[in-house]
């Protein structure tokens, strides 16, 4: 999986951003770092990225904060650990866009919330790109009903990864580093095996080692009747 743009509108400190990394990398310089000062919008792209994928961001989930998205009328409130607190204060909608190349081809998921009098509307859909990155096929459609059913299971067919997958590796949450190092080695070994795409050989090796068992199965047991062939001649 890899992250090709990302686009917020009312996040946080970013009132409108939109950010292509096929234009900051190139064949020769591939890697580069997101800098700034404090509160200048840095874990922001972050949220972005995993909002509009999975509808949630770690460091809300992980510490809760409050903002103007939890101020509703009627004394309605949304949870500090409800991913809509990432909204900027004051503003009565937000969304995010990210453009990502996963499992059979390009995409683009966006996540948007509208805030009513005293709740909110979530919208959530999936689309593939054509060559141009242009937006066709509609995959994944859904309202606040999904609300009901974990995001990740309607992206996860193409992002190829859970949401503590996602978080552990593409976008890992500062202080958690640590945690995914002491993971158990079968957990990460799946999760490395998604990454680089050679879950295909263990799953080969799989087969060839079921297929010999059965020809070793077979060969004991044509052994077993040669044998008794044998000693029946011999009496």
């Known amino acids: 999986m890899k992250i090709l743009r990302v686009a917020g509108v009312n996040l946080a400190s970013l009132d409108e951003f939109d950010i292509d990394f096929r234009k900051v990398t190139s064949d020769r310089n591939r890697i580069f770092a997101i800098i700034g000062d404090t509160g200048a919008g840095k874990s922001t792209i972050l949220d972005a990225i995993c909002l509009a994928l999975y509808g949630r961001t770690p460091r809300i989930s992980r510490y ?86 974990p995001l990740e299971d309607f992206i996860q067919p193409y992002t190829g990864l859970t949401w503590e997958q996602f978080k552990k590796v593409i976008v890992l949450p500062q202080g958690e580093f640590a945690a995914f190092l002491e993971d158990d080695s079968k957990a990460k070994t799946s999760l490395l095996e998604k990454l680089t795409g050679t879950e295909i050989y263990r799953k080969i090796d799989a087969l060839v080692t079921e297929r010999i068992s059965g020809i070793k199965t077979v060969l004991d047991d044509y052994h077993k009747r040669m044998n008794v062939i044998s000693n029946n001649k011999n009496i």
């Open 64 to 149: 809760g904060t409050n903002s103007g998205a939890v101020e509703l009328e009627e004394g309605q409130s949304v949870g500090t650990d409800d991913s809509i607190n990432v909204m900027t204060r004051g503003k009565n909608n937000c969304s995010a866009t990210v453009d990502f190349e996963g499992r059979g081809g390009v995409y683009r998921a966006v996540y948007s919330v509208c805030k009513k009098r005293t709740n909110f509307s979530y919208s959530f859909e999936v689309r593939r790109l054509d060559v141009n990155g242009i937006p066709g096929e509609l995959l994944v459609d859904r309202e606040k009903a999904f609300r009901l059913k």
